[in-house]
């Protein structure tokens, strides 16, 4: 064996040098290569900082999702991501790309501000500035806002909830004591308003109001704690800078936990965007990424004297767990033969009538997470398989949440 | 570090798919899989974090943008365009630094590696910066190809026969590349104690049958 691959087996598969043996003499005349290679070890260690990687993380699927909705559907039978499972903005709540948490809820504007041009796509994480509105018209806004402000119709607004039709003024309101904030003053805003509707999402559960108020409370929620976060990272180091990523920390834990809460009270199509918003805050929760049914061959006798359609159904994703059961078409069903972290594969007798009319297949776990997709694929039949401990599907409790 | 594998459970090529359809979900798992790999080869690459996180900013986005074209079917086809994207990246901001005669490699005091020293222990720290800072400079000696095949093997773990399809060449040649690199790195670092250039052999290797030993070893330059 020549040095090169001496040198090679030594590092391993990996590239991780093993430990000297002094009783070799090719590893003895390798020690200093070796020593080089060790010199490397720390930076397979390293790991960005954890406020940089979720900050990436969100503007990249905010860049995403604005490329998303300009795209034309690239594959047959595959839905645009413009409907996506992922819980989407109401129009009037601004976009949470880096440095948009001053563009205006476009729709409530008047004209001349509206024509004014968006921001461009996010790039460049720490060295892009954002894109602002110009001074001048922050001004003009501004007065505008205050004309307006001594209208009936803007103090009627100012206390609207979300899921109220004026709760829209109430945030271009908002939008302008922003535009005219310090930028700690714009942190601490940002935090106020999560904090507002946090306390309204919470009485929409305690109320069983349901959709739309507990959406929109939502959808406000997260909206605004990305908003703060960006702001406060905005911000130079320092006194400030710290005590506002505080109280931004401590804001988020119990928002966590209200979510958490709110669980088991939700009907699936709030369940999910709470999922997936509690997977934003960095809670651990599933994802399904797609979905594939296949016909059984042969009709098994209980499928054929109920008039049943038997099929298999196997979720991909990740996070899914021991006791997670299947949804579909928000509806829990069928029983589950196998689950991984990445795969749920369930068995389910279909009524007729729900044959070809299948849109949502999802996975609930134990803990009241779930997660859902749309993109469903027809594969090649199966073979039937013994039907495991079937998954008990008590009534499915919960107010609103059309699904 | 564990060399990043996708769960076999879940096919790679399905989250690839939904990810050229720019589905969030799919996006979000290629980025938390991804991330630490991009950071490491781009901390390698410049030896400072903050610079280290604007490449890996600029080479996500670039993802984001750039993936509805991309052809890769497999793991490994995706890491090589993705870590493509990275270098392009770095040889972008290594190029604007040295129009800018900023001195490269050293470390700003406000800013330390993650994970590379224990917190607490100010001259750890110290010593955990001024090493990377030394072992970066060194890698940027090396040839593209060489700093290459270092990078891939001993940063991000990739296999002898994976750097081999990542870099388009074969395995004998990596063998190769990877021996003269960190030959090269061993000088260069000072890792070799009896270093002269009268017994040493064509790449810096002593010959196992004239081996000697000395109680001390050079100091580090």
């Not at chain 1, 409907?83 to 948490?101: C, F, H, K, M, W």
């Not at chain 1, 006194?239 to 669980?263: C, S, Y």
Request: with cysteine; proline share 6%.
């Amino acid at each position: 064996m020549n040095l090169d691959d001496r040198l090679d087996a030594l590092l391993g598969a990996s590239g991780q040098p093993a430990a000297s043996n002094p009783d070799d003499d090719d590893a003895r005349a390798l020690a200093p290569l070796l020593s080089a290679a060790r010199r490397l070890m720390p930076l397979r260690d390293a790991q960005p900082a954890a406020d940089f990687a979720g900050r990436l993380e969100r503007d990249l699927l905010a860049l995403a999702a604005g490329r998303a909705t300009n795209a034309r559907p690239s594959h047959v039978g595959m839905r645009a991501v413009a409907d996506s499972d992922e819980p989407t903005l109401p129009l009037l709540v601004p976009q949470a790309a880096r440095g948009s948490n001053e563009r205006a809820p476009r729709a409530a504007l008047p004209r001349w501000l509206r024509s004014l041009p968006a921001e461009a796509s996010v790039r460049g994480h720490r060295t892009r500035r954002s894109a602002t509105l110009p001074v001048w018209a922050r001004a003009l806004a501004a007065a505008c806002m205050l004309l307006a402000l001594g209208s009936g119709l803007f103090a009627a607004a100012a206390n609207a909830q979300p899921g109220s039709p004026l709760f829209g003024l109430h945030q271009v309101e908002q939008w302008a004591r922003v535009s005219l904030s310090s930028p700690a003053d714009k942190a601490r805003l940002h935090l106020q308003y999560a904090s507002d509707a946090l306390a309204a999402l919470d009485r929409a559960v305690a109320q069983r109001s349901g959709d739309p108020a507990y959406a929109s409370a939502l959808a406000t929620l997260q909206s605004e704690l990305n908003a703060a976060a960006t702001a406060i990272a905005a911000l130079p180091a320092g006194q400030t800078h710290d005590a506002l990523a505080t109280q931004l920390a401590t804001f988020q834990q119990r928002a966590r936990d209200d979510l958490r809460a709110a669980l088991p009270g939700l009907g699936w199509s709030d369940r999910v965007a709470t999922t997936a918003a509690l997977g934003g805050l960095g809670e651990s929760v599933p994802h399904v990424i797609g979905a594939a049914i296949h016909e059984i061959a042969g009709r098994d006798a209980q499928a054929a004297a109920h008039g049943t359609h038997a099929v298999q159904v196997v979720v991909s994703g990740s996070g899914l767990v021991a006791g997670a059961r299947l949804v579909v078409n928000g509806q829990p069903m069928g029983t589950v033969l196998s689950v991984t972290d990445g795969t749920l594969v369930a068995q389910v007798s279909l009524d007729p009538s729900l044959v070809g009319r299948v849109v949502s297949i999802g996975v609930e776990n134990p803990d009241g997470t779930a997660a859902q997709t749309s993109a469903i694929d027809h594969g090649a039949a199966v073979t039937p398989t013994p039907a495991a401990t079937a998954t008990p599907t008590p009534h499915h409790g919960g107010h609103g949440g059309h699904g | 570090m564990q060399r990043l594998t996708w769960p076999p459970e879940l096919p790679f090529s399905l989250v690839l798919e939904r990810a050229r359809a720019l589905d969030s979900t799919a996006l979000g798992m290629l980025y938390r899989r991804f991330l630490p790999v991009v950071y490491r080869f781009a901390l390698g690459r410049i030896g400072e974090p903050h610079a280290a996180e604007d490449i890996t900013s600029e080479t996500f986005s670039a993802m984001v943008e750039q993936i509805g074209a991309l052809r890769a079917q497999d793991e490994l086809g995706f890491s090589a365009w993705l870590l493509s994207i990275a270098r392009n990246q770095a040889a972008m901001l290594i190029r604007r630094k040295q129009t800018r005669r900023e001195q490269f490699g050293e470390l700003p005091e406000a800013r330390q590696p993650h994970a590379v020293a224990e917190a607490g222990d100010p001259l750890a720290v110290l010593t955990a910066r001024e090493s990377l800072s030394e072992t970066v400079a060194a890698l940027n000696r090396l040839t593209e190809d060489q700093r290459a095949v270092v990078l891939y093997r001993c940063v991000l773990g990739f296999s002898t026969e994976e750097v081999a399809e990542l870099l388009g060449k074969q395995a004998g040649t990596i063998r190769a590349l990877q021996f003269r690199a960190l030959a090269s790195l061993a000088r260069l670092l000072g890792t070799n104690p009896d270093t002269s250039p009268a017994d040493v052999g064509a790449y810096g290797v002593r010959p196992a049958a004239s081996a000697r030993r000395r109680g001390r070893h050079e100091p580090r330059r």
